[in-house]
T-cell receptor, first 115, second 115 residues
């Protein structure tokens, strides 16, 4: 299985600022994803982080608000820009394609509170 | 549009009982059906997964039953324990093989096992 770490684990931010969340996988993976999860709710896919090219965003999510980088096969960042209280949520990264397997593994999440 | 429908939303079971969570899907292109278990403050962890070429898969106390014609699959937890109390998500994806597809999640089932 893959071990996925995220930094920070939680943060409290002021309205109008930006936060960058880092996701590190301990092995090379094919795919990396970013999700948002409201407390007690299901997971909503924000985007697929593509290595060496622009991320693929889901409907309702735009690059200006959630810029994503993936410089290599083990690392990705998600930035939440110009934050508002509505951005308060848990942000999760996931990875798939480890050793050719289909299984998607999740990081522990970053709990973001915007005041 | 919810691609994967999950029920019930919450479930209370006595210790030693059987917990059953059901999911249904419409897209016949789906070919991978995982179940994830999530504890509070943690990321989802893969519990068990099945492909449509088999009707049942068992791992310890956890069993997936799959009905391809009805486009339904379910998770059975035998001899449920208080430690099983968590939120369970079913999911589905397509694009088996080298290109890994995104996961479509159900809304989740909060399971409580009473001691």
């Amino acid at each position: 299985s893959a071990v996925i770490s995220q930094k920070p684990s939680r943060d409290i931010c002021q309205r109008g600022t930006s936060l960058t969340i880092q996701c590190q996988v301990d092995s090379q993976v094919t795919m990396m994803f970013w999700y948002r999860q409201q407390p007690g709710q299901s997971l909503t896919l924000i985007a697929t982080a593509n290595q060496g090219s622009e991320a693929t965003y889901e409907s309702g999510f735009v690059i200006d608000k959630f810029p994503i980088s993936r410089p290599n096969l083990t690392f990705s960042t998600l930035t939440v820009s110009n934050m508002s209280p509505e951005d308060s949520s848990i942000y999760l990264c996931s990875a798939a394609g480890l050793a050719g397997l289909d299984t998607q593994y999740f990081g522990p999440g970053t709990r973001l509170t915007v005041l | 549009q919810q691609q994967v429908k999950q029920s019930p939303q919450s479930l209370i079971v006595q210790k030693g009982g059987i917990s059953i969570i059901n999911c249904a899907y419409e897209n016949t292109a789906f070919d991978y059906f995982p179940w994830y278990q999530q504890f509070p403050g943690k990321g989802p962890a893969l519990l068990i997964a099945i492909r449509p070429d088999v009707s049942e898969k068992k791992e310890g106390r956890f069993t997936i039953s799959f009905n391809k014609s009805a486009k339904q699959f379910s998770l059975h937890i035998m001899d449920s324990q208080p430690g099983d109390s968590a939120t369970y998500f079913c999911a589905a994806s397509k694009d088996r093989g080298s290109t890994l597809g995104r996961l479509y999640f159900g809304r989740g089932t909060q399971l409580t096992v009473w001691p």
